[in-house]
């Protein structure tokens, strides 16, 4: 190493050791970003401000008033000519910018309140309560933190989340749930788990597979519940509610409020995804995009940050089979000689470890791919 190099890295490498000390003493607060809130900052500290490129590039992106489709699955029982222009729409939408938002879904607008409420009285609970739930164990079924990258991402995001696990153990008991969210929690779990089914059926069939297909791989098995919390945020120019990722999964649910932020990329556009009064947004996840040799697309999505909160959402991903383990690959009906396979092999567990090592902005859907 030159002397040059050496004196340009120090400034930096001491930055990131006031980097590292800040994000400690954050994470000691247990309290989150509500907490910081709740203190009465009115500038967001340093450690959830964007790059400067980051925010620079901002401008670059054009806003675009496009909608994600909205798929009604009203009748598609009964009514077999529209069964098939629901899969056509699916197949469609999960090609094209792998979202969209169902209507008549099943679920009732009594459950999606309960949740959206429930989680609101979780993170607005007493804080020595909820300290008691914060940590980083990756084996705890449920836990609370802020920012699941928070040592690894270079801003940390305006959020803060509860998260709830079906991954190794398919059930959850009911005393293992925070008191103030649990009944509407297990009714939520129940119903969002029947509604995954029904998707993972629509979509195989819309990939031209037999009906039971997804499911008999066990893509809807394992599922982790994100119960977010964005704060109002009192600089939202200056940071993110979730920096843009794509996500871990093969399906993810999306249950959100009324205030919005929500935005998914499609041909370098921000496209916000619109709160729809007693809907779900659906969106394809890595895993569908590998095993469908991506066919099926797991679009890039953020949340924006907004003087007005707080905003709240849940995402159940549905992550498939854990234990025991279960190698996946892409699907052998769907693959040719003119569409060859594009990605290896892996089990779950291998890409979510992936996942956690890195930030969530870094996809880690090339470090699957087959060697060309
Ligand atoms: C996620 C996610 C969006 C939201 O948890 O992966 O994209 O609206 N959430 O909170
Ligand atoms: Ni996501």
Request: charged residues 25%; negative net charge; hydrophobic residues 35%.
């Amino acid at each position: 190493m030159n002397m040059s190099t050496l004196k340009e890295s120090l400034p930096e490498s001491a930055e990131n050791n006031d980097r590292v000390k800040e994000l400690k003493a954050f994470e000691e607060t247990k309290s989150g970003v509500k907490g910081l809130v709740d203190s009465g900052i009115s500038k967001i500290p340093k450690i959830f401000i964007r790059p400067h490129d980051e925010l620079a590039n901002e401008s670059n992106h054009v806003r675009s008033n496009i909608q994600v489709p909205i798929i009604d699955l009203r009748g598609f029982k009964t009514d077999d000519d529209h069964r098939k222009k629901i899969i056509n729409d699916l197949k469609q939408a999960s090609k094209d910018c792998g979202f969209f938002q169902v209507l008549n879904h099943g679920i009732p607008l009594s459950v999606l309140d309960g949740m959206i409420d429930g989680i609101r009285r979780f993170h607005e609970q007493d804080a020595e309560i909820k300290k008691e739930f914060y940590s980083r164990d990756r084996i705890k079924k449920v836990k609370y933190a802020s920012n699941i990258d928070l040592y690894r991402s270079s801003a940390a995001n305006w959020r803060d989340t509860l998260t709830i696990s079906l991954l190794v153990s398919d059930r959850v008991e009911p005393d293992e749930l925070p008191e103030v969210c649990r009944s509407s929690t297990i009714e939520y779990i129940d119903q969002v788990t029947k509604l995954g089914e029904l998707l993972f059926e629509l979509l195989a069939e819309a990939l031209d597979l037999k009906r039971e297909h997804l499911v008999a791989m066990g893509c809807g098995g394992g599922r982790t519940f994100v119960c977010h919390y964005y704060p109002a945020c009192p600089e939202p120019e200056l940071t993110m509610g979730t920096s843009k990722h794509t996500d871990p999964a093969f399906l993810t649910i999306l249950l959100q409020d009324q205030i919005g932020g929500l935005q998914v990329l499609k041909n370098n556009q921000w496209i916000d995804v619109q709160p729809l009064a007693g809907s779900l947004v659906v969106n394809i996840g890595d895993l569908l995009q590998i095993i469908s040799n991506d066919e099926f697309k797991s679009a890039e999505h953020r949340v924006v940050a907004n003087r007005v909160g707080p905003r709240i959402s849940t995402a159940c991903f549905f992550t498939g089979i854990v234990v025991p383990p279960k190698i996946y690959g892409p699907i052998e009906e769907l693959i040719t000689e003119e569409n060859p396979p594009i990605y290896k092999d892996f089990t779950v567990s291998d890409y979510i470890s992936k996942f956690f090592s890195k930030a969530i902005d870094k996809s880690s859907l090339d470090d699957f791919k087959l060697q060309v």
